[in-house]
Nanobody, 123 residues
């Protein structure tokens, strides 16, 4: 079992940056690939980025390439999403998730989810 808790969301101006963190419990963190998704009200969760178990491989959604960077620290049981050049359309709830498969962009292939952290980008 893996429990995930996101933090780092908040209010930022257009063009600003935020770093989301995902703290994982349990000894098996390094056995899972990690992903970040986002979800707007009344919409399905949207893939943002994923990172392999060792952290040596990453995949991104086209709309965040060059702006967001996913990383992880297995010694600390942490995953991160560095978000730069934020836009108003990035204003949604962000979730981290853990999956046994890699790479996967599909939310239903992720086994564990955090509760989300809100990001709001003002124009």
């Amino acid at each position: 079992q893996v429990q995930l808790v996101e933090s780092g969301g908040g209010l930022v101006q257009t063009g600003g940056s935020l770093r989301l963190s995902c703290a994982a419990s349990g000894r098996t963190f390094s056995m899972y690939s990690m992903g970040w998704f986002r979800q707007a009200p009344a919409q399905e969760r949207e893939f943002v980025a994923t990172i392999s178990r060792s952290g040596d491989s990453t995949h991104y959604a086209d709309f965040v390439k060059g702006r967001f960077t996913i990383s992880r620290d297995n010694a600390k049981n942490m995953a991160y999403l560095q978000m730069n050049s934020l836009k108003p359309e990035d204003t949604v709830l962000y979730f981290c998730a853990a999956a046994r498969n890699y790479p996967t962009h599909f939310a239903d292939e992720y086994d564990y989810w955090g509760q989300g952290t809100q990001v709001t980008v003002s124009s």
